[in-house]
């Protein structure tokens, strides 16, 4: 300790009212941080987003079916502009070629635009009865959930949820559009459950959910 020099006690108290302003500081900007991020989403965080439950019984879909080499997936959204086509959907069980029109070859790909039959466990689309080509199949439209009533949401509004949807549905989103003061989100299946959590956290009047599988009738 020979040579060490020790600071007044004036100075200590000085240093330690210093660390302890410090400290507090310290834990406010973390309580700041906790509460922004909680807040953050226009309340998202305070709602669970579960994910549906899988349909009983038979559905149906419209879409491209898209064989890569006898992998066969069914593509609910967006396809590639490209030839062959790109896409990337969901595994298709039961699917044959045999006796159905309506499609191209390119290499080892093959695809074509079809409306389906099947069950759906979540993760998977088992065929159950024979595909009909879109150019030739003419369905129901389903009634406008909005009642053509315009939507409450503005526009930062919607491009708001527009941005952070994606990520609170997870791999079951497929597309959205704003218009008419509501925002339209494509989903592979909702039973319902994508649109409460949709209400709960922008309020009724701003999200429409609509499933690309839907129940056979």
Do not use: H
């Amino acid at each position: 300790m020979s040579g060490e020099t020790i600071p007044p006690a004036a100075t200590l108290s000085g240093m330690s009212r210093f660390i302890a302003v410090g400290a507090v500081a310290a834990a406010s900007v973390l309580l700041l941080a906790g509460c922004a991020t909680s807040s953050a989403g226009s309340g998202s965080g305070a709602v669970v987003w579960d994910t549906p439950s899988p349909p009983a019984g038979e559905v149906s879909a419209q879409g491209t079916v898209m064989d890569v080499d006898g992998t066969v997936e069914l593509c609910l959204g967006a396809i590639a502009e490209s030839y062959p086509p790109q896409c990337s959907g969901i595994p298709v069980e039961g699917w044959s070629w045999d006796g159905i029109e309506g499609w191209e070859t390119s290499g080892d790909v093959t695809w074509g635009a079809y409306a389906v039959r099947g069950t759906y466990d979540g993760s998977t689309f088992a065929v159950t009865g024979d595909p009909v080509m879109l150019a030739l199949y003419d369905p129901i439209a389903p009634a406008d959930p909005t009642g053509g009533k315009p939507g409450t949401a503005t526009g930062a509004e919607l491009t708001e949820m527009q941005d952070a949807l994606p990520a609170l549905i997870g791999d079951g989103f497929l597309a959205s559009y704003p218009e008419n003061g509501w925002l339209w989100v494509d989903v592979v299946w909702d039973d319902g459950t994508l649109q409460a959590a949709a209400d709960e956290t922008y309020g009724e009047g701003a999200v429409v959910v609509r499933s690309a599988i839907r129940p056979f009738d």
